[in-house]
């Protein structure tokens, strides 16, 4: 006797969107981190002084 679970088409839908997203949150960390370390470098550097 089969036993079908239906809406494989949707949870496998899910997994996959839910990576992506994971992805993209990681990213959008790492990428705030690194900008947040530019700004911090340029207020002790001669381009930092511009930007004022």
């Given at each position: ?9 949707l949870r496998l839908t ?9 992805v993209?949150?990681?990213?959008s ?22 930007y004022?």
């Amino acid at each position: 006797m089969k036993n079908n679970v239906r809406g494989g088409g949707l949870r496998l839908t899910g997994l996959i969107l839910g990576i992506i997203a994971t992805v993209c949150g990681v990213t959008s960390i790492i990428f705030a981190a690194i900008g947040l370390h530019q700004a911090h470098l340029c207020k002790h550097c001669k381009k930092g002084a511009e930007y004022r």
